[in-house]
């Protein structure tokens, strides 16, 4: 009886990977999609109108999503939680 024959497996190279260079202008880029150009009326992920309009993000009540506008100021936003409750002043 002979032996059953084994295949060869060649062995698999990894893909080359690719570099690319952290600049002021790719993290630009990359924070311009993830902030919203301006108030909206719409989700951006589930594009529900069922949205709440806070100073500085726009909180879609169906889905949960958190969208950051884009120049609008933190400090308001703030302010805006602990008087609505949301946050415990300090």
């Known amino acids: 009886m002979k032996p059953a024959r084994t295949k060869r497996v060649k062995p698999k190279v990894p893909a080359p990977a690719a570099v690319i260079r952290l600049t002021p202008e790719h993290t630009l880029q990359r924070a311009a999609k993830r902030l919203l150009t301006g108030p909206q009326t719409r989700c951006p992920k589930c594009d529900s109108t069922y949205v709440g309009r806070e100073p500085a993000f726009i909180h879609c009540r ?29």
């Open 62 to 90: 169906l889905c949960g999503k958190l969208a950051r506008i884009a120049n609008a100021p933190l400090e308001l936003q703030e302010i805006w939680e602990m008087r609505s409750g949301l946050r415990i002043a300090s």
